[in-house]
């Protein structure tokens, strides 16, 4: 959690606690009974009473402590049971499903496209004034809203790998739920419980403001409503009568909004990214980027890429490449070689402490690192697109993956629906899935659903970032001959990203072989792969089984790749390459042909 967003909760939670104290030690502030005359009608502050007292001669000291009994009591218990009740409604639906997630959704639904505020007041006038009728009504209004959040969050859980082997070993339902399900809502749960909290004192306290509150109890809405009754704003009585409650509400629900903020920061981190954060420099060359080649797509020259932290992580450095136009480019490697540093950098996706610290990112004649953030939104998923890593759990559990590709479809097109509908069928979606739920379908069609919206206008270059994590050999043979088909049918060029040297290189035209932030090898993917040049792209071809020929077993490469926070002088492969020489410590690599290819060495 961010440093800001600590000091934001203290706060919240030094207001909560203040309204907390007074309620708790009110009888022991003061001094005489709520709704008892213990004075002359509007006297003014004194030290008998310290906010003078109302039209009956009533303390608006002591109203003002006790009301904060009500006002706190009200918010905290509608808050734990509305959330308990959205929560039992989410898990229910969420983990159920079929016919019972379809009943209770439409509920919620029901529930959330009424007025709120009126539906609260109507229920209070037909069931009476009571404030545990209040309290009641307002958590009946307010479980919908949480239903609907953790119901989304419980579709994602479920399809965790934990959670299916659990299942797959016979754990009972409660113990599924309550040892896997629930700990993960409960960052999510915290924040809707907050924000229940904030809403039910606002409410009550306007129930209360309106006349229609429990006669019976002393409220901060309640004393509004009897000055409001009493003309006071046309007194100075209004100063002492009107401006504590006032205040003392604002206290509340301003602490609960704190809270509430740093409670949603916990339970999704990527909102700090919203908040205030020290800007990153641009480093830009001093001359525009000349633009890229006769049958060249994307170049990359010379581009270095830093990430800003203590010590410093030299991630990726001096990588040349480029694509060429409808050839597929593999960018291959070991994890944590650089490759989806180097693809999020071209992407303009680098979010800090990344930095790109020099070089040249060419698309045809676009120069994209002069364009800034503003220029390069405008450019993704028309003239390129992203298939990010993991992209199979980026997919909205509870939107239809039709509507996700629509929205993805109407950058371009006016009739989303149906584009979506053309995308889908094309990269192999069966018609009657089209309105599936990503939770419904299979791995590999997720794959092809976050495919088709990258897809979705026609892009000129497609990158795909590790497109066959995660999935069996067959089902990743598949989407990549997706891709394949997809290259010529779209005359688009594809950089897709991998570890496994032997699977892409069986569609890929050219390939880029990457180690601990440089690449070491490039060139014609055939000619690669017969007579491999650097040391490591051997390596890697032994570490993966073979698709044809005699069987025999992978050979891991030896050692680790290096820390890019300590990298010394000489060849980053050396401490792990069988080949290696004493000038190899000393020495940076330099390029040189090998027949149709570069390779460093």
Sequence with gaps: MARSTKVVASIGG???????????????????????????????????????????????WSQLLFGARVSLSVGLIAAVIATALGTGVALVAGYRGGTIDAVLMRIVDLVLSMPFLVLVLVLVTYFGRGLSVTIALIAGVLWARPARLLRGQVLKVKEFEHVVAAEAMGASLWRILGRHVLPRLTPLLSSQFVRAAAVAVIVQSGIAFLGLGDPG???????????????????????????????????????????????????????????????????????????????????????????????????????????RKSRILGIVGESGSGKSTMAMAVAGLLGPPGRIVEGEVVLGDTDLRRLGRVGLTKLRGRRFAVVPQAAMSLLDPIVTIRRQVAESALMTHADGKKRASELLSRVGIPVDRHDAYPHELSGGMRQRVVIAMAIANQPELLIADEPTTGLDVVTQRELLDLLDRLRTELDMDILIISHDLRMVGGIADDLAIMYAGRIVEMGDAAEILRSPGHPYTELLLNAFPPVLGPRRPPVPIPGDPPDLSQVESGCRFAPRCPKMVDVCEETVPEQFPVACHLVVT
């Design 217 to 323: 109890s002393v409220s901060w809405g309640a004393t509004l409503f009897f000055a409001n009754n009493s003309s006071v704003i046309l007194t100075d009585a209004w100063k002492w009568w009107i401006l504590p409650p006032g205040f003392a509400l604002t206290i509340l629900i301003v602490g609960f909004a704190f809270v509430g903020y740093a409670a949603e920061e916990w339970a999704d981190p990527r909102l700090t990214g919203y908040g205030y954060r020290r800007g990153m420099r641009r480093t830009l060359p001093p001359h525009p980027a000349a633009p890229a080649g006769e049958g060249e797509s994307l170049v990359v020259r010379d581009l270095s890429v830093h990430y800003e932290t203590e010590p410093p992580v030299l991630a990726v450095t001096s990588v040349h490449l480029r694509t």
């Design 14 to 60: 030094v207001f909560i606690a203040l309204v907390l104290l007074a309620a708790v030690f009110a009888p022991m502030l003061a001094e005489h009974p709520p709704t008892e005359t213990t004075g002359l009608p509007f006297e003014e502050p004194s030290a008998n009473h310290p906010l003078g007292t109302d039209d009956l001669g009533r303390d608006l």
